[in-house]
């Protein structure tokens, strides 16, 4: 479909960050200024792979959309 992915989000997985994070700002008090710097990375790849998510999400619908035109 020529979506361009970028690999190195091929290995985030978002379950894993979001359960990390939750342990994380429990033992810091909700404190996210406290968080460590692997932390944050984690984060900012999780951000990332969901913005991708909905991008790629946006690229499929409209990749069917012109199919749809082009068959009828």
Known sequence: MGYPYKRYLLDVQPGSIL???R???AKRDGVHRELTNEARR???NLIEYNRQDVLGM???V???????KLTS
């Open 23 to 25: 342990k994380l700002l």
């Open 19 to 21: 359960g990390r994070m």
């Open 42 to 44: 984690d984060w900012t």
């Open 58 to 60: 946006m690229h499929v």
């Open 62 to 68: 409209g990749y069917v959309r012109a199919a749809i």
